[in-house]
């Protein structure tokens, strides 16, 4: 089982909707989630990040935590055609606290 | 505040050569650092990280190698490259002493090795 797993995609959602990402992990044991964004031919920028169970909002960004069934999803409101890009979840995992990338998922939001 | 330059952008190498690429930070000091590599279709992979000078911890077995001689200052090199060395290479850094999951990238090296 991959240690940190996101549905390829593309996800193409239409602008204005809400586009909802998803990951899921394999380390019961983790602590910290975060998910990047990465533009075409781009370097990735940290976005948001989680701690606890539940929802934390940061503007049109909701990260949305559930330990329980070990998965960490993005939900972006009213997307917009700037957010079309490659979504990269990543998990901290393991005993030597190691950040685990999954494969990341392109989103592409429609005029 | 905090700045990470790579370089060079974009590198077209043939097998066999050797490879050096460079990172500095600024605005910050004793920060942890890393080289990533993102292949096309798979995601990121760490090659290397360090957390002071000198000190260098190697994530896969290759025929890379890192170094770090200034605080501010990381190195990834090749004596040889391989046609499997090909991709997308990241430094980034973190604060030390927080979590590892914090991370600021440099703009990328895209290596085409032919």
């Known amino acids: 089982q991959k240690e940190v797993e996101q549905n390829s995609g593309p996800l193409s959602v239409p602008e204005g909707a809400i586009a909802s990402l998803n990951c899921t992990y394999s380390?019961?044991?983790?602590?910290?989630f975060f998910w990047y964004r990465q533009y075409s031919g781009k370097s990735p920028e940290l976005i948001m990040f989680?701690?606890?169970?539940g929802d934390k909002e940061d503007g049109r960004f909701t990260a949305q935590l559930n330990k329980a069934s070990q998965y960490v999803s993005l939900l972006i409101r009213d997307s917009q055609p700037s957010d079309s890009a490659t979504y990269l979840c990543?998990?901290?995992?393991?005993?030597?606290?190691?950040?685990?990338f999954g494969k990341g998922i392109t989103l592409s939001v429609r005029p | 505040s905090q700045t990470i330059h790579q370089w060079p952008a974009t590198l077209v190498q043939p097998v066999g050569s050797p490879l050096s690429l460079e990172c500095t930070v600024e605005g910050t000091s004793n920060p942890n650092l890393y080289w990533y590599r993102q292949a096309a279709g798979r995601g990121l992979q760490l090659l290397f990280y360090?957390?002071?000078?000198?000190?260098i911890s190697s994530e896969v077995p290759q025929n890379l190698s890192a170094s770090r001689p200034q605080d501010r200052q990381f190195i990834l090199s090749s004596k040889k490259l391989l046609l499997s060395d090909s991709g997308f290479y990241l430094c980034?850094?973190?604060?030390?002493?927080?979590?590892?999951?914090?991370?600021?990238f440099g703009e990328g090296s895209r290596l085409t090795v032919l």
């Open positions: 989680i701690y606890s169970n």
């Open positions: 360090s957390v002071g000078i000198g000190q």
């Open positions: 380390d019961r044991g983790s602590q910290s």
């Open positions: 980034a850094w973190s604060v030390s002493g927080q979590g590892v999951g914090e991370l600021f």
């Open positions: 990543a998990v901290v995992t393991g005993a030597n606290s190691k950040l685990t």
